[in-house]
């Protein structure tokens, strides 16, 4: 969200509803990334992981997607999977019609297959390619979404690139420095964004990230953003990556997002992360963002976190008051 959306997503607040989506579009994925969140088996609590639900193709999925964005009314909605790109067809029906809505889409997508030019034109639309670090690691991850097709296929679009930074990343000194240089210098990228990765309960695998390495990755990520005019890594965000909520209830990003699966009812919680994240070593961007900004004293007096939370009440009272 922009600054200018501050303003709107208040107000949806205030009115009960929360101002932002996140659709698991399709189960389906070509991909075996190591770390993926959404295909751990506590993914959707008692569901299970992602691959075990009924997902939705054609006419169904544009007619299930679209009465969603009625429904809730959100001023962003994020388009994840599974794989995005198994549905081209469908979303090159859908994203026209929420563009009609006046709804900003971020689409999450490994760019395994080519992204239509025609969706270039599109108002509103955001295209998010994670890349998982240089070539021969991203590669090795990621196949068949590697990075010579990554290139095919996002010629004539504007797109923001997004690693999460595990612990493999930071075996080599200037490791993140090459990255955000080779993708600096790719015409095609607008953006490029860090987050860190975010461990569940238990996990005690090689991408988790130490608390040393946490700080240097802050460190590093603040010199690269003077480096790399393209790498926009915010102070509210690396503040909020060493000091992130304690719990989902004290997340504003977590408490301000409704996530839907793949069946188009399923709710992921208590973020998109689903199973049991620990909290403590969150390293989504937009959490982190969010927290940080809600510490900040209005005046120096009224934490802004405080106010989100007086107009979350308020707009439950007058949601339940209208129901």
């Not at 993914?43 to 429904?71: I, W």
């Not at 270039?120 to 070539?135: F, K, M, N």
């Amino acid at each position: 969200m922009r600054l200018m959306d501050i303003a709107p997503a208040w107000l949806t607040i205030l009115r009960g509803r929360r101002p932002l989506l996140s659709i698991e579009i399709t189960k389906e994925c070509p991909l075996r990334c190591p770390g993926c969140y959404a295909y751990e088996s506590g993914h959707l609590g008692a569901g299970g992981p992602l691959r075990l639900l009924n997902d939705y193709k054609g006419e169904e999925l544009v007619a299930g997607v679209l009465a969603l964005a009625r429904r809730f009314r959100p001023l962003h909605l994020s388009i994840v999977g599974g794989e995005p790109l198994v549905r081209h067809h469908e979303l090159g029906i859908l994203l026209p019609k929420l563009a009609d809505m006046k709804i900003e889409v971020q689409l999450v997508t490994s760019a395994v297959r080519q992204i239509p030019v025609a969706w270039r034109d599109i108002p509103g639309l955001h295209i998010v390619v994670s890349i998982d670090g240089l070539q021969r690691e991203h590669d090795e991850r990621r196949s068949p979404a590697t990075y010579e097709r990554i290139l095919k296929h996002i010629v004539g679009h504007e797109i923001t690139v997004h690693c999460t930074i595990t612990r493999l990343h930071l075996g080599r000194p200037g490791y993140l420095s090459e990255f955000a240089d080779f993708w600096s210098n790719c015409e095609q990228v607008r953006n490029i964004w860090f987050s860190i990765y975010t461990p569940q309960e238990g996990d005690e695998s090689r991408e988790r990230l130490t608390p040393p390495d946490r700080q240097k990755v802050v460190r590093e990520l603040a010199e690269l953003r003077d480096k790399f005019p393209k790498v926009k890594m915010p102070s509210a965000v690396l503040d909020g990556y060493i000091h992130p909520p304690a719990s989902p209830e004290q997340c504003i990003f977590a408490q301000t997002t409704t996530c839907i699966s793949a069946d188009l009812k399923t709710h992921v919680t208590p973020c998109q992360f689903g199973g049991r994240p620990i909290c403590s070593e969150c390293g989504c961007m937009a959490s982190a963002g969010l927290a940080s900004i809600g510490k900040h004293r209005l005046g120096g007096l009224v934490r802004v976190s405080r106010i989100f939370d007086a107009s979350k009440r308020l707009g439950e009272r007058f949601a339940q008051g209208a129901s």
